[in-house]
């Protein structure tokens, strides 16, 4: 069975800018969560989509949103992109709706922002 | 919002048992309590999870006392491969995930 995956790994976007990384969650899972980690603040819960609804939302502005699609391919989007927002960026998923259940995740993508 | 904290680092040499404790200062009765290991470049990977009390499978045990104000993840004979940080991870509804603060194990030979 695949794994969890996510594009691109890495990019170097400006000041300014949008960004928007895609998931791939496993075959049959249908909640995907997205997470940020920097060496600062550690593993930070973006937000979680199940059956195409956010069902759960960190303390994040605006800037950072996220959808998913019915076939539970998830994207999450930066717009205004600032210095601070550089990070890696992981999605998981998993079979059920709660955060309750094991996540899968991803390798994540190593937004740099210059 | 939970405040999960965690040590730091530690180390530990290998085949001894090594416990991980995770203090979480407000946890609700129905929060689960999750543990993760991840290694350089790579996503978590699960480890186990649990509720109250104790929970065990093949590659580790959680405790979870029950104030529920601190857990611990014991990994059994540790091994070089064990080297990792460890995350704790408490969640109990909407805008209630946070994980811990990481603790990164050093397994010596």
């Known amino acids: 069975k695949a794994g969890v995956t996510q594009t691109p790994r890495y990019l170097i976007k400006t000041r300014g800018q949008q960004v928007t990384l895609s998931c791939s969650p496993i075959s049959g899972h249908r909640s995907v969560s997205w997470y940020q980690q920097t060496p600062g603040q550690g593993l930070q819960f973006l937000f979680e989509?199940?059956?195409?609804?956010?069902?759960n939302k960190g303390n994040f502005p605006g800037r950072f949103s996220g959808r998913q699609f019915s076939n539970s391919r998830s994207e999450m989007n930066v717009s205004t992109l600032e210095l601070g927002d550089s990070a890696l960026y992981l999605c998981?998923?998993?079979?059920?709706?709660?955060?309750?259940?094991?996540?899968?995740f991803g390798p994540g993508t190593r937004l740099t922002v210059t | 919002l939970a405040k999960t904290t965690q040590p730091i680092s530690m180390d530990s040499y290998e085949g001894q048992e090594v416990n991980i404790t995770c203090s979480h200062n407000n946890i609700a009765t129905n929060d689960y309590i999750t543990w993760y290991q991840q290694f350089p470049s790579q996503g978590p990977r699960f480890i186990i999870q649990g509720y109250k009390t104790k929970v065990t499978n093949e590659v580790a045990s959680l405790f979870i006392p029950a104030d529920r104000k601190s857990s611990t993840l014991s990994l059994p004979r540790v091994s070089l491969s064990d080297t990792a940080v460890y995350y704790c991870l408490v969640e109990g509804g909407y805008q209630k995930v946070t994980f811990g603060t990481g603790t990164k194990l050093q397994v010596i030979p």
């Open positions: 998981a998923s998993s079979v059920g709706t709660s955060l309750s259940y094991e996540q899968y």
């Open positions: 989509y199940f059956s195409e609804t956010q069902r």
